[in-house]
């Protein structure tokens, strides 16, 4: 496995990586989107998971919603290529794969991104960005699963940096940097899924996924990935 892994970072060419990165990224977008849908479908039956917002969604709201994750996708493939061009110039170290490297660096990525996309989604905020960048993000008013990554090429392309600002200054595993987007994509769907755990309302961290999905349908506060503490820090929390 290390040998494989060694090859991919100084061997492979910069297409090969772009061709790994976009299907790893479809994989996580349409095959764990669609188990995480079905697992939050049969959990409701259950009665254990319930929609935020009771509606079905149209088929047109998840058309548009997935030929923009798309087109972002694209754009994700392109950001693997700074990160080991700077690997194999040498201004990005990497820790040995150990299960604890792996483990404290997907943390440190966690929340560092909570910071980044904070940043990043007050930025989308503004006036002009609003009207011709974020708008395609909140034209989902009820998230799905599939509005994941339904953005404006320019806002998947600043979002598409979270590891590559940060890696030239903290030492990470490889494998933290490859599963990162795994951990990403699960707090995301939690995030658009429009389902919560239970029925209730309120800010109880069991309703985990009411506080971005309040984002779409209000249009503003809650501009958290998935904490909300930097919400509540500049008072841009929906209570
Ligand atoms: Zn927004
Ligand atoms: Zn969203």
Redesign the pocket.
């Known amino acids: 496995m290390d040998h494989l892994i060694k090859d991919i970072v100084f061997n492979y060419s910069y297409i090969a990586l772009y061709g790994l990165t976009f299907g790893y990224f479809i994989i996580l977008y349409f095959g764990v989107g669609t188990l995480f849908l079905y697992s939050c479908k049969l959990l409701e039956r259950k009665q254990i998971l319930n929609k935020v917002i009771a509606i079905e969604v149209s088929k047109k709201q998840i058309a548009f919603e997935i030929k923009h994750s798309i087109k972002s996708i694209a754009i994700f493939g392109f950001s693997i290529i700074p990160i080991i061009f700077l690997i194999r110039n040498g201004n990005i170290e990497l820790l040995p794969n150990t299960w604890s490297n792996v483990l404290i660096g997907l943390v440190i990525l966690t929340i560092w991104n909570e910071v980044h996309f904070y940043i990043v989604h007050r930025l989308m905020h503004k006036k002009f960005m609003m009207r011709h960048v974020h708008k395609i993000?909140h034209k989902?008013t009820v998230?799905t699963v599939y509005?994941?990554f339904s953005f404006h090429w320019a806002e998947a392309l600043f979002l598409s940096t979270v590891p590559l600002i940060i890696a030239p200054f903290i030492p990470f595993s490889i494998v933290a940097i490859f599963l990162y987007p795994l951990v990403s994509i699960l707090l995301n769907f939690a995030?658009?899924c429009n389902y919560r755990y239970g029925n209730g309302k309120g800010q109880n961290w069991k309703l985990f996924g009411t506080h971005?999905n309040e984002?779409?349908s209000k249009g503003r506060k809650n501009y958290g990935f998935a904490l909300h503490l930097l919400d509540k820090l500049f008072s841009r929390h929906n209570p």
Do not use: C, E, I, K
Request: aromatic share 0%; charged share 0%; net charge neutral.
């Open positions: 993000h989902s998230p509005s994941v995030g658009h971005h984002h779409h």
